[in-house]
């Protein structure tokens, strides 16, 4: 009796760690991939059809059923009045293609400024950096976590998660680190990282220090964006 149950432990064990193991290289692929389809590396026909491949194993690995837990503000200690713009109106979809990477147009995003009038990257009122929530459940896909100052990279430092729940990814940019690695689960409202003002645009002085925020739905290869406002809005309630 002891045998078989140490059997089906080690059975157990290992299946997990297969899981795992099948997890990491999924989460491993698609971040080498975002970074290609970002610098112009790969052609778009390709890079569709890899994003669709890996979205399948995704699912596959995680299963559908995970994730569905419902939103949480992305910025620590802020909410909906500190989102850029008038009724969501920061949300620019025109233009947007996700393949043409870091020389896409257009802003299917919103962005959530911080109280931090100098530009120090902190917020003023209690002098702490903020930090970055996850917006959904979901699993770290891809991370950008070191980016030097004039880099051209508009995202600077970054996070992508994927919710297989809703079949769709976030992206949070210009943050000044990150607190997870491709292949870690998430919960929404878990910490993933910390605001700071990395990004082509975003380090210029010009810029209010803000969260980049786009949420982005799979359809076939095709990564459409949402306008996350009133989820965001329901967020904080
Ligand atoms: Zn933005």
């Not at 699912?59 to 009045?81: A, D, I, M, N």
């Not at 950008?144 to 729940?165: E, H, K, L, M």
Request: aromatic share 10%.
């Amino acid at each position: 009796m002891r045998n078989i149950k140490a059997v089906s432990l080690m059975m157990l064990l290992a299946c997990f760690a297969f899981v795992s193991q099948a997890a990491a290289m999924v989460c491993g692929e698609w971040n080498v991939l975002e970074k290609e389809i970002r610098d112009g590396a790969t052609n778009r026909d390709s890079a569709r059809k890899k994003i669709d491949e890996l979205n399948r194993k995704l699912r596959e690995v995680y299963g559908s059923e995970t994730g569905r837990s419902g939103f949480h503000f992305p910025l620590r200690g802020y909410g909906p009045s500190s989102i850029g713009g008038r009724g969501g109106n920061g949300y620019r979809p025109r233009g947007y293609d996700f393949y043409d990477g870091n020389r896409h147009g257009g802003h299917p995003a919103q962005d959530i400024f911080i109280h931090d009038p100098t530009g120090k990257g902190v917020d003023s009122r209690t002098g702490k950096p903020v930090d970055v929530l996850a917006f959904e459940d979901g699993i770290v896909t891809a991370v950008n976590d070191s980016w030097a100052s004039g880099d051209r990279i508009r995202g600077g430092i970054y996070v992508w998660t994927f919710n297989p729940g809703s079949n769709r990814y976030c992206y949070y940019a210009h943050l000044a680190k990150t607190l997870v690695a491709p292949g870690a689960r998430v919960s929404a409202g878990s910490p993933i990282g910390v605001l700071g003002r990395t990004g082509k645009n975003a380090w210029l002085r010009r810029s209010p220090t803000h969260l980049h925020f786009m949420y982005l739905s799979h359809d076939n290869g095709a990564m459409r964006p949402v306008n996350p406002y009133t989820m965001l809005i329901r967020s904080a309630k």
